[in-house]
């Protein structure tokens, strides 16, 4: 991950002066990869670098800076030796404390570790250079960050116990937009996860144009006509994955119906359909846990494994 300022905004603004600690490199075997970063604050924390004794370390020292108002800190630890840990890597930390008026306004970013002075010729040059989703990095004892990449787009069409399965599994992961469809508001529980947008709609297949042509789909309504209409539009639409809960059954009459729609077979067979992995199980959480796996596994290029419910 870069540096996600949403996220830390809503932290400070809950909590108050907040701590982030970031992973600026690994050497070796590490628990998590460089820019992964938690935050940390007095009597709380989100997110996570690892666990174990490495990640104890650092939300120690984090309190610490918050005790003492340290702005910055930065180790190399050796989790063997200085901790124990069976990692056998080494990581290098970042602290850094934020409080309200304190975020940058503009990404990229650059921040002296040390004290402040003029920006050095090879920081700018770094800063100028850095893409989205880029590793951090260290130059003459500035922190060098990107923002985060533009969150890929995925529209669930349903909310029955597949829908919640899945939205449940897929809205902790980074990364993602969740757009989630179905026929009212009743139709959705009464949580839904932080940062995911529900749109009740008495027509959902009218929505599909909304959605960004390189959006994943999901179709897991409890209506097989809604299903047909919605792989209809997805196809008319355009999309970069698409997954359709079924039987092989239902997917043969579909396909079928589909071309006589006058969709091609090699654009019919863009869809994924039956979504899941039998070896996982027909709970709606096993083939939730499937699906996001086959997403996350493949770069979201197919979802399916052989037959869900």
């Known amino acids: 991950m870069s540096f996600d300022r949403d996220n830390l905004a809503a932290a400070v603004a809950a909590h108050g002066p907040v701590i ?4 600026v490199a690994t050497a070796g ?13 007095q009597g709380g924390q989100s997110g996570t670098i690892g666990g174990g004794a490495l990640e104890h370390e650092a939300v120690e020292t984090a309190r610490d800076m918050l005790a003492m108002g340290r702005a910055t800190a930065q180790r190399r630890l050796p ?6 840990q069976c990692c056998g890597g080494a990581v290098t930390l970042v602290w850094e ?3 309200a008026g304190e975020l940058p306004e503009t990404l990229p970013r650059a921040r002296p570790l040390g004290s402040a002075g003029v920006m050095p010729t090879a920081v700018a040059r770094k800063l100028a250079a850095m893409p989205a989703g880029a590793t951090p990095a260290i130059v003459e004892n500035w922190l060098v960050e990107a923002p985060l990449p533009a969150a890929r787009a995925l529209w669930v069409w349903g909310a029955g ?14 990364g ?13 529980p009464e949580a ?3 940062g995911v947008t529900v749109i009740p709609a008495a027509t959902p297949p009218a929505l599909m144009p909304r959605a960004p042509r390189d959006a994943d789909h ?3 309504t409890r209506d097989h006509d809604l299903d047909l209409a919605l792989c209809h539009a997805a196809l008319t639409h355009g999309f970069a994955s698409c997954g359709l809960i079924g039987s092989a059954t239902k997917w043969a009459r579909f396909r079928s119906r589909l071309a006589a729609l006058g969709h091609s077979n090699a654009l019919i067979s863009r869809i994924a359909c039956p979504i899941g992995d039998t070896s996982l199980g027909r709970d709606p959480q096993a083939i939730a846990v499937g699906v996001a796996a086959a997403l996350l596994r493949s770069g979201n290029k197919t979802m399916t494994r052989d037959r869900a419910v």
Not at 29 to 41: E, F, H, I, K, N
Not at 161 to 174: E, I, K, T
């Open 20 to 23: 982030r600690v970031l992973v």
């Open 29 to 41: 075997s590490a628990p998590r990869d460089a820019g992964t970063s938690m935050l940390v604050w």
């Open 79 to 84: 989790l063997g030796p200085a901790l124990r």
């Open 97 to 99: 404390r934020f409080a």
């Open 161 to 174: 116990h597949v829908g919640r399965a899945v939205v449940s599994v897929m809205a902790p992961l980074p």
């Open 176 to 188: 993602r937009a969740i757009t989630w469809i179905d026929l009212a508001p009743d139709c959705f």
């Open 192 to 194: 839904v996860p932080e």
């Open 218 to 220: 999901l179709i897991l």
